[in-house]
C-alpha cells in the first residue's frame, strides 16, 4: 500500500499593505490633492500699446506672492514702469492701454478696474520721481494718503503716529513743506503716504532714483520693515539691480518690454550673466562700460 508524502503549504502571505505604507500614501496623496496658494497678483502675458501705434509690452507675465518682496529689474526704457502703470490702471494717462492678457488680483480681473477702486483694494503706487504736494506740508502730504479711508480724527492721528514709527526723520520736519524737504525725506513722504492707505501691496517705482547711497540704504531698510512687519507685499521696478536683489525675494528681467530671466533673488544676484550685464563684473573681475558697450551681441536671450 502506497503513501502519497504531502508537502507542508506555506501560510498565505496577507495582501493587506503595512500601515506605515497607507499611512505614507495616503500623506502623498493628500500633498498631490492639496492645491498651491494662489499668488496676490498675477500678471498674464499682457501686451501694452502706446497711442495705438507704439508696443512697448510683448507679453509680460509675472505674479507677487502674499508678503513677498518681488524685484522688476532692467535698464531705462525696458518697460518697468509701464508693467507697474498696467498693474495700477494709471496707463489712460500716458495714452497707453492692455490690449492682451490680463491682471489678476486675489483671483479678480483688475484691468477695467479705476485706480480709485484699486486703492480700495489695497494696490497703492508710489510714482517714480517723489510726487509730493510741494506747497503742502510732509504732514498734510500724509494725511492726503488716507482721504479714501474716511477715518476719524482719533484714527488718523493713530495712523500718522503708525508712519512717524517708521519715518522719524519726517516727524521732525511734519510742518515743513514738503518742496523745501531733501529727496530722501521727499521719497519718504512718498512712501509713508501710500502707507496711510492701508495698503496689502505697494507698487514702488525707482525708489532709489537721484538719492545718494546711504539714503537709498535707509530707504530700502525701511521698505523691508514693512514687509516683515505690516506684511505688506511689494512690487520693486528698480534700475540699482544690486541693493534691488539685496532686499528682494524673489526678481523678473525686462529687456525691451519682455521678460528675459527670472529666480529668486540670491540666484539672479549669483548669475554670470546678470553680474556682467547688471552689475558691471564677470569672472575676469569689474569691467569698464567700454568692454561691455557691445554687449546686446552676447547676451544668451537676445
Known amino acids: 500500500m502506497s503513501t502519497t508524502a504531502t ?3 506555506a501560510p498565505a502571505a496577507s495582501t493587506a499593505p503595512h500601515p506605515a505604507i497607507v499611512q505614507g500614501a495616503a500623506a502623498a496623496a493628500s500633498a498631490v490633492a492639496a492645491p498651491a496658494a494662489a499668488p496676490l497678483l498675477s500678471v498674464n502675458g499682457i501686451e501694452v500699446i502706446y497711442n495705438h501705434v507704439i508696443l512697448v509690452l510683448k507679453g509680460v507675465s509675472l505674479s507677487v506672492p502674499e508678503g513677498r518682496i518681488v524685484a522688476l529689474l532692467g535698464g531705462n526704457g525696458a518697460g518697468k514702469t509701464t508693467t507697474l502703470r498696467a498693474v495700477s490702471n494709471l496707463l489712460k494717462g500716458e495714452r ?8 489678476v488680483l486675489r483671483g479678480e480681473a483688475i484691468e477695467r478696474l479705476t485706480p480709485a477702486d484699486l486703492v480700495k483694494r489695497g494696490v497703492v503706487q508710489v510714482m517714480e520721481g517723489r510726487h ?6 510732509v504732514e498734510d502730504n500724509l494725511l492726503a494718503g488716507a482721504y479714501t479711508r474716511k477715518l476719524s480724527r482719533g484714527e488718523l492721528a493713530a495712523q500718522l503716529e503708525r508712519v512717524y514709527h517708521y519715518f522719524p526723520r519726517l516727524k521732525q520736519r511734519r510742518g515743513s513743506q514738503a518742496g523745501y524737504t531733501s529727496g530722501g525725506e521727499q521719497q519718504m513722504t512718498a512712501v509713508g503716504r501710500a502707507l496711510m492707505a492701508d495698503p496689502r501691496m505697494v507698487l514702488l517705482d525707482e525708489p532709489s532714483m537721484g538719492l545718494a547711497p546711504q539714503i537709498v540704504q535707509e530707504i530700502f531698510e525701511i521698505v523691508r520693515m ?9 512690487l520693486l521696478a528698480e534700475q540699482n539691480t544690486n541693493v534691488a536683489l539685496k532686499y528682494a525675494d524673489y526678481g523678473y528681467i525686462l529687456e525691451n518690454g ?3 530671466m527670472d529666480g529668486e533673488a540670491h540666484a539672479l ?11 558691471g ?4 573681475g569689474r569691467k569698464s562700460f567700454r568692454d561691455i558697450k557691445s554687449y546686446r551681441r552676447r547676451k544668451r536671450w537676445l
Not at 563684473?281 to 575676469?284: G, I, M, P
Open 258 to 260: 519682455r521678460i528675459v
Open 226 to 234: 514693512l514687509n516683515q512687519k505690516e506684511g505688506v507685499s511689494i
Open 96 to 103: 497707453g492701454e492692455v490690449t492682451k492678457g490680463s491682471i
Open 7 to 9: 508537502t507542508p503549504t
Open 132 to 137: 509730493c504736494f510741494g506747497h503742502l506740508t
Open 281 to 284: 563684473v564677470s569672472k575676469e
Open 269 to 279: 544676484a549669483d548669475n554670470e550673466d546678470v553680474k556682467e550685464f547688471y552689475l
